[in-house]
């Protein structure tokens, strides 16, 4: 019983101090916004990483998301509400929810896990300590454009899962289920609320930079050679997806 | 001048430094050897502030670096070099990036300047024409020329060096010894080196200082260095494994 109880401890111990550390680093970021401009290529190069090489990625998960929309709406749909109903719900449920997270998600596991990965093998081969003793600050460098660009880029790759959802959704729609093109989009359009959208892209918004800002905290602070590094990039993916779904939950309660 | 006095660090309760005292002239090159696990980096560290002592001081031109704020510790950082065991060369940029980092942050010279600074410094370590090569793609020893050449870009009043010759062939070593020899007398540098290569340590040293259990038990030129009478320094001279330094 002990020992259950110290193991309950030390985890609620490790939440806080990987806290602290993320609150930390968001401090030390946001006091060296004003280099912003000056390395305004570093956090180009950034988001073309975490936004343009995941593009096939995000296409792939949007498509197929927006597709099981449709096709689980339809059944839940049947002999309760008419499928002259179904954009609309798919529709909503792809603004609010399901392009947001997991988009959000895809980003956690190939752009929190893999800043993780860079900033700790930086960390435990002295790249960063290197940096430091040529008096350039790695939380400047490092952290704050990568911070930035997560923070930009998510609400970009939404729109984009928006666009590509709402097609997948609507192929199986028209194609398995018979709904009309017109039904459809007219179904979307009579309930399509601005609100819906803006909400989902706040939720990019906590959710891109929060991704990146794990990432960086637990890649900077990475010790104990290739493993260390490979625990870096595992947790960085654990925390930045139990960040996101627990962030929605929050979220929700305070948007809805 | 850099002046260390009673300085103390310990990592997880294991004490590396027990009262360190030194000082280190300028202009000089400086060796401090000692066995492995000795300290001797966490030293060096400490004196670029990569390393925050527990208590003591560390006195770089009349300026306590132990207790420096971040800014003003990243304000002297722009005096040192340093050359890490590893290289620490950033991989993911080409050799003339790695070299040209610290221009491009802190100067305002133009980037024809910048490319000459960094050919010239390739030449003086001997290694010109592999400004668009990657880390990846150099042997040990080019890495620590380059990293050697990245440490006195910014032509620095002090340069640390953490094992410079460790893994390298007897030839490699010696070209590294020459390269700090040159630098130390072409640009009037103050080097620091730590290093358990005695070869080096005599070759390239003005000053030699000892750490054993982490305090300082020698400190002089290299030749009262090698006449010392005491058992411990003799044992690190002649390079015997056995009786009293056996670790």
Known sequence: MTVFFRKIGRGVLTIFQETGAVVVLLYQIVTSVRYALRDKNLVLSQ??????ESLPLVSVVSVFTGAVASWQAAYQFRGIISLDF????????????????????????????????ELGTMKVTEQIDALETLAIDPVRYLASP?????????????????????????????ALLGVSTSTFFNSVQQHFAVYDVIAGLVKALVFGGGTALIGCSIGLRASGGAEGVGQATIKAFVYSSAFILIGDYILALMLF | MIEIQKLYKSFNGKKVLRGVDLLIPAGKTFI???????????LLRSIIGLNKPDSGQIMVDGEDVAKMSRKDLFYVRKKFGMLFQGAALFDSMTVEENLGLALKEH???????????????????????????????LSG?????????RAI???????????????????????????????????????????????????????????????????GTPSKFKKSLDPLVQQFVEGRADSILAM
């Open chain 1, 146 to 174: 990568r911070f930035a660009a997560g923070w930009i880029t998510l609400p970009i790759l939404v729109i984009y899962s928006y666009l590509i959802s709402h097609m997948g959704a609507y192929t199986v729609a028209n």
């Open chain 1, 86 to 117: 179904l954009g609309a719900a798919v529709s909503a449920a792809i603004f609010i929810e399901l392009s947001p997270v997991l988009t959000g998600l895809v980003i956690a596991g190939r752009v929190g896990a893999s800043i993780a990965a």
């Open chain 1, 47 to 52: 988001m073309f990483r975490t936004g343009f």
């Open chain 2, 141 to 149: 020893g080019m890495k620590k020329r380059v990293g050697s050449a």
């Open chain 2, 153 to 219: 870009i910014m032509s620095p009043e002090y340069v640390l060096f953490d094992e410079p010759t460790t893994g390298l062939d007897p030839i490699m070593a010696d070209n590294i010894n020459q390269l700090i020899i040159k630098t130390n007398q072409e640009l009037k540098i103050t080097s620091v080196v730590v290093t358990h290569d005695m070869a080096s340590a005599f070759k390239i040293g003005n000053r030699i200082a000892m750490l054993l259990d982490g305090k300082i038990v020698f400190e």
């Open chain 2, 107 to 137: 100067t305002d010279l133009s980037q024809d300047k910048i490319r000459r600074r960094i050919e010239e410094k390739l030449e003086l370590v001997g290694l010109p024409g592999i400004e668009k090569k990657k880390p990846a793609e």
């Open chain 2, 32 to 42: 401090i050897v000692g066995g492995s696990g000795c300290g001797k980096t966490v």
